[in-house]
């Protein structure tokens, strides 16, 4: 038993080492962060009193900037369950073109399953106390980076389980992904600083932060991001797939 608990501490420590140096190594995952942080900052500092003309250009770059990104990101997703070897940004811009449109319609699906839940969650809550929904989202509003970092760490293997498994139906990937990680709680602890640490290190800043902290924090964030994306590629790679997975992206829900 001690040989066999000490094998599986070296493979645990042998994953998250090829995870990180991967993230940081390759090229097609700092292209998604530029974009992604370009992408946030330009409209966090958009100006309020712009002009008709100048808001409809800003709200077009903004679109295809968010295509943009949605497009690479998608592409690094997919590139990264290919190979073992760090990202090249030409593979991130190939790989995009296979999975980006069932990548998109899935967030989509995503989001709106999440706007349901949350919605029902808020009607529930107004009959259960009587208050006026405002009152309660700004009593809600002080745990909401806790309850996202939740979320992220309950969900944490979601993507990769569709990437790896190219299972696009949403809730079978859901179900899958949240049966993962709750196999694998006892090996979590990695994942836990890697997803919780900087969601809630994001939600406790002031909004007066000063923009290069804000920039770092951002960058940071990000690479530990990806770190645990890839960590969870590995670890799924390990693992048989699932009866009825998906061999295609363009199956959906």
Not at 24 to 35: D, E, H, N
Not at 139 to 161: D, E, H, M, N, R
Not at 213 to 221: E, G, I, N, Q, W
Request: aromatic share 10%; with cysteine.
């Amino acid at each position: 038993m001690p040989e066999v608990s000490h094998d599986t501490t070296a493979r645990e420590s042998g994953l998250r080492l090829r995870a990180a140096i991967r993230a940081l190594l390759s090229p097609g995952i700092w292209l998604v962060l530029a974009v992604q942080i370009a992408l946030v900052f330009s409209m966090r500092d958009m100006p309020a009193d712009a002009s008709a003309l100048a808001s409809a250009l800003a709200i077009f770059l903004t679109a295809t900037a968010l295509t943009l990104f949605y497009y690479l990101q998608a592409g690094a997703f997919h590139a990264l369950t290919l190979g073992r070897e760090t990202l090249a940004v030409m593979e991130t811009v190939r790989a995009g073109r296979v999975v980006f449109v069932a990548f998109v319609w899935l967030t989509l699906k995503a989001g709106l399953l999440l706007a349901a839940v949350m919605n029902v969650l808020i009607v529930v809550v107004m009959l259960l106390t009587g208050q006026d929904i405002k009152v309660i989202t700004n009593a809600l509003s002080p745990f909401f980076s806790l309850a996202v970092g939740i979320l992220t760490f309950a969900f944490v293997y979601w993507l990769q389980f569709v990437f790896v498994r190219r299972e696009f139906h949403l809730l079978p990937s859901l179900k899958a992904a949240l049966q993962i990680a709750r196999d694998r709680l006892s090996d979590s602890a990695f994942l836990a600083l890697l997803v919780l640490v900087p969601v809630l290190v994001s939600g406790w800043l002031p909004a007066d932060t000063p923009l290069i902290f804000d920039l770092l924090v951002s960058v940071v964030s990000g690479v530990m991001g990806w770190i645990a994306y890839i960590y969870c590629i590995e670890v799924l790679r390990a693992q048989p797939p699932q009866a009825g997975s998906a061999n295609s992206p363009d199956r959906q829900l």
